[in-house]
C-alpha cells in the first residue's frame, strides 16, 4: 500500500497536474491560521454519535502514521495547498465524525454510491462510511420506510444549519414531479430536496444527473429532468460531476470543508477547480500519440494495438475537465482511456447530448460550454482547435504516407 | 385494509400495498414510483451510444448491460448478413467482466442487506452487522473488473468485434493476485471453508460443524423456519448463454428447453399508485429468475437436496445466492487460467451505418436474464426494448396470477413478507429504466 500512496502523491503534486492557483505566501498565511483555528475549535466539540475514532480505525487496520501521513500529504497536493497544510489536513481527517452528512438520492442509477463504497486510499471505506457522520442514506442504512422518514426528520433537526447535504440523481421536474415521488406521503423529488435542502450548511451535487441533469436529462429529456444548481438558490452549492463521480473528489470536498469550512474554489459550473481545473487530456497517458498525430483509426486496428491517441474514435477528452487521468478509477488501478476507449466527457454539462461516444469532437458540432467566465474553461475553446488542429494535421500526413484511407467514421 | 410499504435499501424504492387477514398477507401489490426513460432517449441515437447509455441504467449491473447491448448490435449485424466474430480472448474477459460483477452484487447484497434485516427479524446477537466486509470484497472484485474494463461502475469496453482493452501480462498476474485474495477473503470471512471444499457438500450435513457468517446466516433462517415460508411457483427460467450458467425452463426438477423469443411483457398491476414497472412473462407465464434459478438449471448437487427438501423457500433462495458466489469464483480462476494473451483483443467490423436489422442481447445478470432488443437503420436507433430480471421476479400481477415475489409473500406476517421480498435481491432502477 505504501507504493500505492507515494504514486498518488506523486501524481497529484507532479506539475504537468497542477492548475495554477498560487494565490501568492500572504493568503495562505491567512488561511493557514484561519484553519489552524477552525481545527482547534473542532476538536474541542464532541464526535457526532459516538462514532468511530480514526485513530483507532488505523490501528485497527495496522495503518502506520508515516503512510497515513504520506496520504495526508496527497490529498493537501489535490486539493491545492501548499504542503505545509499537511498536518493541517491529517487533522481534518481525523475530525471526519465531526460533520454530518446527509446523502438523498433522487432520479438516478445509484452508481455514485457504489463508487463511494468503492472509495481510495488508506482502508477508505472505514474513513468514509465508519468516520464521515453519514446520518442519512437510504441506500446503505437498515432503516426504511417511515422509520427511515422518521431518521431523517431527526437528522436535520439535530443538525439544522450543520449538515452537509449530498445529493446523488437529477430532479425530474416534468407532470409536477410525478417522475419520481419518495416515501409514504409520495413527496415529489422536488419538494424532498427542497425541504431537506432547506437547513443545509451547504448542498454538495455528486454525478452528472446531481449537477447538470445527466443522463435523465438526455434528448428527449422524458421525465424533464434538471440538475439540483437549477432548484436550489441561496446556498453554497458544490457540483462534483462525472458518470459516476470520483469518490477522491467527495472525500475531498469533505475535508476541504472541515478544514476551512468553506467551499473549495469553484469554476464557473460550480466544479471544485482541484479536481476540475485541468483537462483529461493534459495529463493523458497517450498524449505523446497525439501530439506525433499517432490514432486508432478503427477498434481493432494496429494503432488500438500500439495504444496510440483514442481522439479519432471519439475521445473527448481534449475538452473534458477532470481528474480521472491522474486520480483513476477502484482505487487507482485503471480509467476508460486505459483499456482503450475514448472519455466521453463525462463531467461536462449535457455531455451525453454533445459529446456523443464514437463521433471525433470535430464532427459533433460542440460548442465551447457557455455561461460564466471561469478562465480555464473559456480559453480552452481556442487552446482546443490549435492542438487538435495541429494533431490531425501531422495525421494526415502519417495516412497519407501509410496509404492508409481516410474514412469520416459513422456519424 | 390495505397498508402502503415504502421500502428502500433496494436501490430507488419499492412500495409494497399489503392486504391482511388475520394479521397474515392475503395479498401484495407492487408500485415502483420512479422512471426515467431511458429507452426513448435512445431513439434516433448512433446504435454505439447505446454502448455508453445501457450501462447508466444501473449503477450495480451495468456491465451485465453493456454486453446486452453489444450482443444486440452484434446479432443486428448477423442479422443483416454480416457474422462478427470475436476471439476466445475477448469472449473470455467478456464471460470474466461479467462473472466479477455478479460477485459483487452477491457479497454486497450479503452484508448490505441480508445479515442487517437478518439480524432485525430475529433480533440475533450472534451475527454481527459487518457492511464494511461486503464492501471490501466487492471492492475487490470490481478491482479485477477495472484492469480489463477501466473502471466499475459505468464501464463501456466492449465493442462490436470484441474488447478494447489490451492488457498485458502483468495486468493478467495482478488480476490473478487480487483473485486470489478475494476468494481468500471470502473463504476466511463468510464460508469459513475453502471453495473447492464447500462446492463439494452435496447435503446440509456437509456444513453442520462450520462455524462462520454462512453457519450462522444458515442457523438464523432455520430459526426463523424460513425454510417452510417463502415458496414462489416453483418454476424457474435461466435464459443467457455463457460457461457458468445452462439455459433451461425448470419446472419442479425438469429441465426443459428455452427459447427467448416467447419473453414478452405486460403493464403491472398496480390499483393504488402509478407504476412505472412492466411484468416480463415467459409464454404468459411467471418464472422465478436469478441464482436459485441458475443453480436449479445447472443442477448443483447441494441447491437440489435444499430444493427437494424445502422447495423453493426463502432459505434455499438465500443459499444459492451465496452457493452461486462461490461457484463464479472458481470459474473466474478458470477463466483466467485460460485467458490466451497473444490473441487479438478486437476483430475490426464494417461501420455501422451499413446495417439495417433487429438484434437480440441476452446475457445472466446478477438478478436474472437481462434482454436487449435493438431495431437499427443505417446504424441508427429505431426503437430500443429492455427486460431486466426484476421484471419477472417482482412484477405485480393479479390475485388469480401472482408473481413469484408475490406468491412468496402470502401467508406470512408482514415482517417475515418484507424479508422474503429482499430475498429477491430487488433492484428498482433496473425495473423501471
Ligand atoms: S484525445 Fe483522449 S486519448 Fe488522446 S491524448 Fe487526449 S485524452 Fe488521451
Ligand atoms: S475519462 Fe472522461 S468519460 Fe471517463 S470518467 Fe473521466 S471524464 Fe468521465
Redesign the pocket.
Known amino acids: 500500500m505504501a507504493d500505492r500512496i507515494e504514486g498518488v502523491k506523486k501524481l497529484f503534486t507532479s506539475k504537468s497536474a497542477r492548475v495554477e492557483t498560487n494565490k501568492g505566501d500572504a493568503y495562505y498565511e491567512k488561511l493557514f491560521e484561519k484553519c489552524q483555528a477552525r481545527i482547534e475549535e473542532l476538536k474541542t466539540q464532541q464526535p457526532i454519535n459516538n462514532r468511530l475514532d480514526i485513530t483507532d480505525v488505523l490501528e485497527m487496520q495496522g495503518i502506520e502514521r508515516r503512510d497515513f501521513l504520506k496520504w495526508a500529504s496527497a490529498v493537501t497536493g489535490m486539493l491545492m495547498l501548499p504542503a505545509s497544510f499537511t498536518p493541517l489536513v491529517a487533522d481534518a481527517a481525523l475530525l471526519m465524525n465531526r460533520a454530518p452528512v446527509i446523502w438523498l438520492e433522487l432520479s438516478d442509477c445509484a452508481g455514485n454510491s457504489e463508487a463511494l463504497l468503492r472509495s481510495d486510499g488508506p482502508q477508505i471505506d472505514e474513513i468514509v462510511l465508519d468516520i464521515i457522520s453519514l446520518e442519512f442514506h437510504e441506500t446503505l442504512q437498515a432503516a426504511s420506510g417511515h422509520q427511515a422518514e422518521k431518521q431523517l426528520e431527526d437528522a436535520m433537526e439535530t443538525f439544522k444549519d450543520k449538515y452537509l447535504l449530498f445529493v446523488e440523481g437529477a430532479v425530474p421536474l416534468g407532470m409536477n414531479g410525478q417522475f419520481g415521488t419518495i416515501g409514504a406521503s409520495g413527496e415529489t423529488m422536488h419538494d424532498h430536496l427542497l425541504r431537506v435542502a432547506k437547513h443545509a450548511a451547504a448542498v454538495v451535487a455528486v454525478g452528472s444527473c446531481a449537477t447538470f441533469g445527466g443522463v435523465p436529462a438526455a434528448a428527449p429529456n422524458p421525465t424533464g429532468a434538471v440538475g439540483v444548481m437549477d432548484v436550489i438558490q441561496g446556498k453554497p452549492l458544490i457540483n462534483i460531476p462525472?458518470?459516476p463521480a470520483?469518490p477522491a473528489n467527495m472525500v475531498g470536498v469533505i475535508l476541504h470543508y472541515i478544514l476551512t469550512g468553506q467551499v473549495p474554489e469553484l469554476d464557473s459550473l460550480l466544479r471544485p477547480k482541484f479536481a476540475f481545473g485541468y483537462r483529461?487530456h493534459d495529463n493523458c497517458e497517450r498524449r505523446a500519440h497525439f501530439d506525433a498525430g499517432e490514432y486508432v483509426e478503427e477498434w481493432g486496428d494496429e494503432g488500438a494495438k500500439n495504444n496510440f491517441c483514442l481522439y479519432k474514435v471519439g475521445c473527448?477528452?481534449p475538452m473534458?475537465f477532470?481528474n480521472?487521468?491522474i486520480v483513476r478509477?477502484n482505487e487507482g488501478v485503471n480509467?476508460?482511456?486505459g483499456v482503450g476507449r475514448g472519455?466521453?466527457?463525462?463531467?461536462e454539462p449535457d455531455?451525453w447530448d454533445k459529446y456523443a461516444y464514437e463521433r471525433p469532437m470535430a464532427d459533433a458540432k460542440i460548442k465551447a460550454p457557455t455561461g460564466g467566465v471561469e478562465k480555464t474553461v473559456d480559453e480552452f475553446g481556442l487552446g482546443l482547435l490549435t492542438a487538435a488542429g495541429i494533431g490531425i494535421g501531422i495525421h494526415a500526413v502519417a495516412s497519407a504516407v501509410a496509404g492508409k484511407k481516410e474514412d469520416g467514421g459513422e456519424a | 385494509m390495505i397498508t402502503k410499504t415504502i421500502l428502500e435499501q433496494i436501490e430507488g424504492e419499492a412500495s409494497l400495498y399489503f392486504d391482511m387477514k388475520d394479521n397474515l398477507v392475503d395479498f401484495v401489490t407492487i408500485a415502483f414510483p420512479h422512471f426515467r426513460g431511458m429507452e426513448k432517449m435512445l431513439e434516433g441515437k448512433n446504435a454505439m451510444d447505446a454502448l455508453v447509455i445501457t450501462p447508466r441504467v444501473c449503477g450495480i449491473c451495468g456491465h451485465s448491460h453493456v454486453l446486452a447491448s453489444v450482443r444486440a448490435i452484434e446479432d443486428a449485424y448477423k442479422n443483416s448478413g454480416f457474422t462478427v466474430n470475436i476471439t476466445q480472448k475477448a469472449s473470455k474477459v467478456r464471460e470474466l467482466t461479467l462473472v466479477l460483477e455478479l460477485i459483487q452484487n452477491h457479497l454486497k447484497w450479503i452484508y448490505l442487506v441480508l445479515v442487517p434485516h437478518l439480524k432485525e427479524l430475529c433480533g440475533s446477537k450472534e451475527l454481527l452487522n459487518t457492511p464494511l466486509k461486503g464492501a471490501y470484497g466487492a471492492s475487490l472484485a470490481t478491482k479485477i473488473l477495472a484492469i480489463f474494463a477501466g473502471?466499475w461502475p459505468h464501464s463501456s469496453y466492449m465493442v462490436p468485434g470484441g474488447i478494447t482493452s489490451d492488457f498485458t501480462y502483468v495486468d493478467l498476474t495482478k488480476a490473478k493476485s487480487h483473485l486470489q485474495k478475494l476468494t481468500e477473503y471470502f473463504e476466511t470471512e463468510t464460508l469459513g471453508v475453502s471453495v473447492e471444499e464447500f462446492l463439494s457438500f452435496e447435503s446440509c450435513k456437509d456444513f453442520a460443524s462450520l462455524e462462520s457468517d454462512f453457519a450462522k446466516i444458515e442457523h438464523l433462517l432455520i430459526d426463523l423456519g424460513m425454510q417452510k415460508k417463502g415458496h414462489a411457483k416453483d418454476a424457474f427460467l435461466s435464459l443467457g448463454t455463457h460457461e457458468f450458467s445452462h439455459a433451461a425452463k425448470v419446472k419442479g426438477t425438469k429441465l426443459f428447453k428455452v427459447v427467448s423469443k416467447y419473453i414478452d411483457t405486460q403493464d403491472a398491476y398496480a390499483p393504488d399508485e402509478k407504476s412505472y414497472a412492466k411484468n416480463a412473462l415467459y409464454k404468459k407465464q411467471f418464472y422465478e429468475t436469478g441464482p436459485l434459478a441458475r443453480c436449479m438449471a445447472k443442477e448443483f448437487k447441494l441447491i437440489k437436496n435444499m430444493h427437494r427438501r424445502f422447495k423453493d423457500s426463502a432459505y434455499t433462495r438465500v443459499m444459492a445466492r451465496i452457493y452461486e458466489t462461490a461457484h463464479l469464483l472458481a470459474f473466474c480462476k478458470k477463466l483466467l487460467d485460460e485467458i490466451d494473451i497473444s490473441e487479438v483483443s478486437c476483430i475490426e467490423t464494417i461501420a455501422l451505418k451499413n446495417i439495417s436489422g433487429i438484434g437480440e442481447g441476452v446475457v445472466e445478470a446478477p438478478r436474472g436474464p437481462l434482454i436487449h432488443r435493438v431495431q437499427i437503420k443505417e446504424g441508427i436507433i429505431k426503437s430500443y426494448k429492455i427486460i431486466t430480471p426484476t421484471q419477472y421476479n417482482i412484477a405485480s400481477g393479479t390475485k388469480e396470477n401472482p408473481s413469484p415475489a408475490q406468491q412468496a409473500m402470502l401467508h406470512c406476517s408482514q415482517a417475515d413478507a418484507k424479508f422474503i421480498f429482499r430475498t429477491f435481491d430487488v433492484c428498482s432502477v433496473c425495473t423501471t429504466h
Request: contains cysteine.
Open positions: 462525472a458518470c470520483n483529461i473527448k477528452g473534458t477532470n480521472c487521468s478509477y480509467w476508460p482511456v472519455c466521453i466527457g463525462c463531467s455531455f | 473502471q
